[in-house]
Structures are given as C-alpha cells and as structure tokens.
C-alpha cells in the first residue's frame, strides 16, 4: 500500500472512514495461539463476546474456529472458555511449538 | 451603533465573548482571569447567551472539556492565567494537534514560584510553542478586538488552529479604560455562524478522533500542521481588513510607533508600550529619532515581516517581561534576532528583562533603555547583551 504524503492526510488525524480497524492486522504481535477444541465447546460464545478484537469466527450462530488476522494472543477467550467436564474447548499454545 | 463604555480589561473580554456566544465554555478560576468567566457566568445564568457553561475541578480537566466540545462541533472558548495555563500544558498540544479552533483569553501573570499573581509573561511564554496562535494586547479595547478576531482567524478553513489571546493582568485586566463595542448585530455578523469541521456529533458520518499515529505517518501530520501555522500571517492580515470596515480600527501583524525614520527603537509587548510611546514622545522632542514596535502575532511569529520593519535601525533594545531561564536571553528578544540574522547590515541588540510579578515598569526605564540606545549608536559597542532592570543590587 503506497503511504499518503501531508498534503493528503486529514487534520488533526481524525479517522473518517468508520470500522476501519479491519485493515489493521495485527495477529503478528502474538507469541501465544488459542488452539479450539470442538469436542470441548458447548457454543456458549463466551470467546466470541469477551474477544477485544475480532479474532472469533462465528457462522449461523455457532463458533467455527480463529482468524488469526486480528488475534493478539491474548488469552482471555482460553480464560473465560467454561469448557465441557472440566476440559477447556479454549487453550493457549507458544507459538512455534 | 458602537458606544463608549468605561470597563475593565476582563469586562471587555467578558463582553466580546457574550457577542460572539459561544456554544461552550469550560473554565476554572484563577487570578486575575476569574473576573472575566465569573462575568461571563453571569451571562450565562441571565439567559444573555445561550452557551453551556461547564465548571470542572481544575484548567486541566477545562482544557479538556474544551478539546471534547470543540471535537463535537462546537464554537469553543475559555479563559486563565499562570498556573492554570500551565496546568493546562499537556491539553494545549492536543488543542493544536487535533486542529481544534478553541479561543483562549490568557490574563497575563507570572509562573509560582514565589508564588506571585501579578503581571508578567512568563505564563503564554511558557506556551509558545504549544501550536496555539498568540494575539498580543495593549490596552482592553485591543483585547476585545483581538477577541473578535481571534475566532476568524483560529476558524479559518485553511487554519483550524487554537487560540491564544494575551493582556496583561491587573493593568488592563482590572484597570478601568475608555473603549468602543460594537453593536451586537455586527460581532455575530463579523463572526458568522460556525462551520465545524468532522464534528463528532454528525452521527450519519461517523468519524474518530485522537488515533495512534505511529512512525510511518506521525511527521506528515506535523508537517501538515506546520504548513497550517505558516498560512496564519495571511490570514491574520484579511481579517484586520474586515474588521477595520466594521470598527475603524486598524490592526496588523505588529504596531510600529514613529518607527519609519528612527535611529534607535525599543520593542515591547502589550501595556507597556504604552508608557514607553509617551516617553519616545519625549525623546523626538529632544531631536533623538526614536521609535516603538509593539508584536501583535507572537505565535507564529512573522519573522520576515519583522525583519524588514527592525533591519534599518542603528540599535534596538528588546524588554522582556519573562526570562527564559536556562542561561538563554529573554524569548521576544531570540525572535527579534532571529528576524535581523539574515540581514548583513542589522541594528546592535540589547535585552532588558523587566516588570517580572508585577514590578511597576515606569517611564524612567524606557528612557534609561533609549539612552543606552543612544550611547551604542555613538561608540559602536555593546557593553552587556541581557540585564534585569527595576531590581535592587
């Protein structure tokens, strides 16, 4: 993407196109992956929810796994996950391993 | 029809700012600008304007209160003076950098500590560098025009930039004078109906502000700002225009004072250069060809105009009612130099650093500034660049 020189930003900086924050990838800064077990999950969409970005892919109602676009490697879906009988549907993983 | 009144410096102000009516104001008190928000509330508590008053608990939360009203679309204004400016340090490069058109009466007065509530310049000095524009005043009747047309210029299109009107506390901000308002009808006029620029408020377009600007696009913002600040002089003229139309006051990037065939000058800002006129007065009676000028746009500072009307005298003496502490000279006197730098033949310079907590500035330290103008022009020497005057050894 070509970088805008100053005669072609906004002033001030404001942001004018809304929900832009799609072009802003930023699943490189992870060091921890969420790894999903499907066995586990009871579709309680508690990941979905406490996600702060929008690294939960949810399709007709039903989570279907991360895009790891947006996934800082945050941990708070492998957190909040209830799991089924004790066993996380949610859990975190170093990367590279 | 315009009319004559006897008021304060800050009843003044207060009054220019009830013609303009603001949609919002957010203040704190402080001496000796309290005077002119508590008549502003007044104002407010009347049903004379229709502006949201916002009281908050200190200048840095009312800076921020503007910065957010001024986000949403809204014409905002403020006061303060000393401490509360400073306080306020952290929001004024917010203000500039989000390109907020906030208009800001500061009643000059000294910087704690001591602790002191007199005048001097140390408080707006201590802000030049903020990105706010800075309109100087002599005396109240320029502090209400500078108020009038301080919106024009801050809220020009190709400006979208705070700021800062200065007078001088307790001397004109206390002081009753003789001055002329315009009529109600010709300030709105003058002013015109704000046009915000990305207000929050437009819900059908909505927008962000105050986003992280990382390394990759952080200078091309502050270039932009940069070349804003430089269309300012400009701007600043084409309004002084305007408003000579409506008032028959003439205004300009700075005054000049029997300047045009002068030898010797002083330069000094705000009421001072009252004083000082009178004893310049003195000095041509006595067959000295002196001469004043008086900055009216500090911020940014018109360094090429200023060079051209100082590149033909034989010697300045530029008082300081601030020092820049850090070994360095007064800050109006590192302008007036850099102006003269680039001419090869360029007028000696000395700096006095004067009436610092409200010491009186009187006429004999104008006439003690021109002498030694006089003696330098004579023996072509400089003897000390920076002196304190008005102090006890």
Request: one cysteine or more.
């Amino acid at each position: 993407m070509k970088l805008k020189g100053w005669k072609e930003v906004t002033p001030g900086a404001v942001i004018l196109d809304a929900g832009n924050a799609v072009e802003f990838k930023t699943g490189s800064w992870r060091s921890f992956r969420p790894i999903w077990h499907e066995e586990n999950c009871i579709q309680c969409l508690f990941c979905w929810l406490y996600c702060p970005d929008m690294a939960v892919t949810v399709k007709d109602g039903k989570m279907t796994g991360f895009n790891y676009d947006y996934c800082k490697g945050c941990g708070i879906c492998a957190l909040e996950c209830p799991g089924k009988k004790g066993n996380k549907a949610i859990v975190m993983i170093e990367e590279g391993k | 029809m315009a009319k004559i009144v006897a008021v304060t410096g800050n009843e003044a102000a207060a009054h220019a700012l009830k013609q303009i009516n603001p949609d919002v104001c957010a203040a704190y008190p402080i001496t000796p600008a309290t005077e002119l928000m508590q008549r502003f509330a007044s104002f407010v508590s009347n049903g004379e304007v229709k502006t949201e008053l916002i009281l908050v608990e200190s200048e840095h939360s009312a800076m921020s209160a503007c910065i957010g009203a001024a986000a949403a679309g809204g014409r905002v204004a403020t006061a303060t003076s000393s401490q509360g400016l400073a306080l306020m340090w952290e929001m004024l490069y917010i203000a500039s950098g989000l390109r907020l058109p906030i208009v800001m009466t500061v009643v000059n007065r000294s910087l704690s500590a001591p602790l002191n509530i007199h005048c001097d310049h140390s408080d707006a000095m201590g802000a030049r560098d903020s990105g706010w524009i800075q309109l100087w005043s002599e005396n109240a009747q320029e502090a209400y025009d500078n108020k009038i047309q301080a919106f024009r210029i801050a809220e020009h299109m190709d400006i979208r930039l705070p700021a800062i009107i200065c007078y001088d506390g307790f001397i004109i901000g206390h002081s009753i004078g003789s001055i002329e308002y315009l009529d109600d009808e010709t300030v709105k006029n003058f002013v015109g109906e704000y046009q915000p620029l990305y207000p929050l408020l437009d819900i059908k377009n909505p927008i962000s502000y105050g986003p992280l600007i990382l390394p990759d696009y952080y200078m091309e913002y502050k270039k932009a700002q940069d070349e804003a600040a430089s269309k300012v002089a400009n701007v600043v003229l084409d309004v002084a225009q305007e408003f000579e139309k409506i008032s028959g006051r003439s205004y300009g990037l700075f005054e000049t004072y029997r300047l045009d065939d002068a030898d010797i000058g002083l330069v000094i800002l705000n009421s001072a250069a009252g004083t000082s006129k009178d004893v310049v007065d003195e000095f041509r009676d006595k067959g000295i060809k002196a001469g004043l000028f008086k900055p009216r746009l500090f911020r940014p500072f018109p360094y090429e105009q200023v060079g051209e009307a100082l590149k033909h005298l034989k010697a300045l003496c530029v008082l300081d009612r601030a020092d820049a502490f850090g070994g360095s000279y007064g800050p109006l006197f590192l302008e007036i130099a850099t102006s003269l730098y680039p001419y090869k033949e360029k007028p000696f310079l000395i700096n006095k650093i004067y009436g610092l907590g409200g010491r009186d500035y009187l006429p004999e330290h104008a006439e003690l500034a021109l002498n030694e103008l006089v003696q330098i022009t004579k023996t072509k020497k400089v003897k000390t660049v920076k002196e304190y005057i008005g102090v006890r050894e």
